[in-house]
Each structure stands twice: as C-alpha cells, then as structure tokens.
C-alpha cells in the first residue's frame, strides 16, 4: 500500500509560480510511473503531467507544456511539479497519483494510489 502526500499549494497572483510535492511511502518509490491530475471546481479531474519510472520521461498536457515541469527524486520517494507561469484557469485541486503500468499514463484510470490532494489558487 502507497501512501502519498502533497503539499506546496496555496494562494498566488497570475504569472507567480509555485511548486508542488509528493511525498510517498510504503512502496518501490522508484517502480512507480507518478502522475499530477487537477481538478477544477464543477470540471472534471484532467491529467496536468507523469514522470515514468524507468527513465524519468515526462508527459505534459497540452495546457499547461511549457509552463510545468515534473521531476521525481527517487532516493526522497518526492515528485514535484513546478508551476510557472500560473494562470487564473490553473486553479485547482491538484492530486498525485502513483501507478504500475507501462502504457497510458494520461490516463487516470492506470492509477492505483492517489493523495488527498492540494488546493492552488491563481487570482487574477
């Protein structure tokens, strides 16, 4: 059983950045593919980026490309996502999510274990 938590969310002004980590425990850290998904007050929950275990890839919506970055920390069991260039539409509840899979990883689906999420708010 993995056990996740985030933190680092928290009130910013547009074209702030924030960076958001995942700590987790109670599994191989570095087996699993980590994922961010958001969601948006009366939206569903979207996929926002994954990092892929083996090789440390990373996948990003199209959304947020350019402006997000993932990065995990194996020997800290920690991925964090740093947030740039934070528009008001990024305000969200932000969720890690952990999974063993080797294919879909925008899916939410492919993910067994989720945090209890982080609350991000951009004003405009």
């Not at 009130?11 to 699993?32: D, E, I, K, M, P």
Request: proline share 2%; aromatic share 14%.
């Amino acid at each position: 059983q993995v056990q996740l938590v985030e933190s680092g969310g928290g009130l910013v002004q547009a074209g702030g950045s924030l960076r958001l980590s995942c700590a987790a425990s109670g599994g191989t850290f570095s087996s699993y593919v980590m994922g961010w998904f958001r969601q948006a007050p009366g939206k569903e929950r979207e996929f926002v980026g994954g990092i892929r275990s083996s090789n440390s890839v990373a996948y990003y919506a199209d959304s947020v490309k350019g402006r997000f970055t993932i990065s995990r920390d194996n020997a800290k069991n920690t991925v964090y996502l740093q947030m740039n260039s934070l528009k008001p539409e990024d305000t969200a509840v932000y969720y890690c999510a952990a999974g063993l899979f080797r294919t879909g990883i925008f899916s939410d689906y492919k993910y067994d274990y989720w945090g209890q999420g982080t609350h991000v708010t951009v004003s405009s």
